[in-house]
Nanobody, 123 residues
């Protein structure tokens, strides 16, 4: 089992920044690739970003490429999502998730999920 707890969400104006964090406990954190997903009201959960077990490889959704940065600290067992130039369409509940395999973008490929943190971007 891997337990994941997100933090750092909040209300921000368009153009602003937020940094989300996800703290992991349980099994060996460095064995898992870590992803961020988001879900807006009435929409399906969608991929945002993923970082490999070592942190050397990352991938992003086209909608956040160049604005968001994912990183991890395998000593502190945390993964972060730095979000810059936020837009109202970034408003959603953001979830971190863990998978032992690859750099997947599909929801079904992830085994463990946090409870989510709300991000609201006002125009």
């Amino acid at each position: 089992q891997v337990q994941l707890v997100e933090s750092g969400g909040g209300l921000v104006q368009a153009g602003g920044s937020l940094r989300l964090s996800c703290a992991a406990s349980g099994r060996t954190f460095s064995n898992y690739a870590m992803g961020w997903f988001r879900q807006a009201p009435g929409k399906e959960r969608e991929f945002v970003a993923v970082v490999s077990q070592s942190g050397a490889s990352t991938a992003y959704a086209d909608s956040v490429q160049g604005r968001f940065t994912i990183s991890r600290d395998n000593v502190k067992n945390t993964v972060h999502l730095q979000m810059n130039s936020l837009k109202p369409e970034d408003t959603a509940v953001y979830y971190c998730a863990a998978t032992p395999r690859g750099l997947p973008t599909g929801v079904s490929r992830y085994e463990y999920w946090g409870q989510g943190t709300q991000v609201t971007v006002s125009s």
